[in-house]
């Protein structure tokens, strides 16, 4: 009996741990990282661990160590790219997410594609361009400079990578506000059940949506939000062949495996209470070009409200 009591314990503990890696990876696939084989698990971490140029200086390794150790809050960007073949793409999806272990909540704040930025070392531009000329480096450092915050990590994920991590779940379920149709797809006020290509349509469509980009991106947190919940259900245990793989070919992030047995031990919780930001600003066409503009008393606006909650 004690020796089941034993197991049983240790394949809780690596559940647990395996949680922490769905609440990171995720944007569009954060699932199934649960209970496995930790040699197997290791290798999928190795392929996917791709640290940032500074992460490489032991003084900032040091500090991402003890903010996850002391459990402080952090700020992860996810990036979402629509990579096709020889083109990168540009990160269509761009989320700060804000984990808080001390409140138990996260704060997700969407930024629309198309806001006009100051791009470090290119000038004015559409901030999801960054990527396109800078990889992950750039668009963190844009983040950083728009907004005045720190980016502690990040998660980029294919836009493949998210439509096949829903298929493994199973699918999901959300709440739809609007009736329109998208990529052959019909979408109907009220509780929607979606499976992989659904959802990535659902979250595509901005055209038809009165609100923009802005509609877009709630549709996005919603899809992550109901994606996270399913994930975090028993029932995603045996799927963990299907997610590594998926991660394997389709995620990127500077977590090391150390980092995400800190995040799953200390911030799991966080996803019990999620709040969503929504960045106002107004549409305006610079030669020629149509970009959303954000007044500087917004971007401020945007800065406290991260601000305060790393602080809670």
Not at 61 to 81: A, F, R, T
Not at 114 to 120: K, L, R
Not at 263 to 290: C, F, H, L, M, P
Request: net charge positive; no cysteine.
């Amino acid at each position: 009996m004690g020796t089941k009591r034993r197991r049983s314990r240790s394949k809780k503990k690596k559940w647990l741990m395996w949680i922490g890696i769905i609440i990171l990876a995720l944007i569009l696939l954060m699932a199934g990282y649960v209970f496995y084989l930790w040699t197997k698990a290791s290798d999928t971490m190795s392929n996917i661990h791709e640290p940032l140029a500074r992460d490489e200086d032991p003084a900032r390794q040091k500090e991402l160590n003890d903010l996850l150790k002391h459990k402080d809050p952090v700020n992860i960007l996810l990036l979402g790219v629509d990579a096709r073949e020889n083109d990168k793409g540009r990160s269509d999806t761009m989320i700060v997410m804000t984990l808080n272990p001390k409140s138990k909540s996260t704060l997700m704040t969407s930024i629309p594609r198309d806001t006009y930025v100051d791009i470090p070392g290119r000038g004015k531009d559409k901030i999801n361009h960054a990527y396109a000329f800078g990889d992950v480096p750039l668009s963190i450092e844009t983040v950083e400079k728009t907004f005045d915050i720190p980016i502690h990590f990040y998660a980029r994920v294919n836009m493949e990578g998210f439509e096949q991590g829903i298929d493994t779940l199973g699918g999901i379920t959300l709440e739809n506000n609007l009736d329109f149709s998208q990529g052959g797809h019909h979408f109907t006020k009220g509780t929607l059940s979606l499976d992989g290509k659904q959802a990535l349509e659902y979250t595509r469509m901005r055209k038809k949506d009165p609100k923009g980009d802005l509609g877009r991106n709630d549709r996005q947190r919603k899809v992550i939000q109901s994606a996270m919940k399913k994930a975090t259900t028993l029932s995603s245990i045996p799927k963990v062949d299907d997610f590594l793989a998926i991660a394997d070919n389709n995620v990127k992030t500077n977590l090391n495996q150390k980092n995400i047995e800190a995040i799953t031990k200390n911030y799991r919780k966080t996803i019990a209470s999620s709040k969503n930001v929504e960045i106002q600003g107004t549409g305006e066409t610079i030669g020629g070009i149509w970009y959303y503009i954000i007044s500087d008393d917004e971007t401020k606006r945007i800065h406290n409200v991260i601000t305060d909650h790393l602080k809670k």
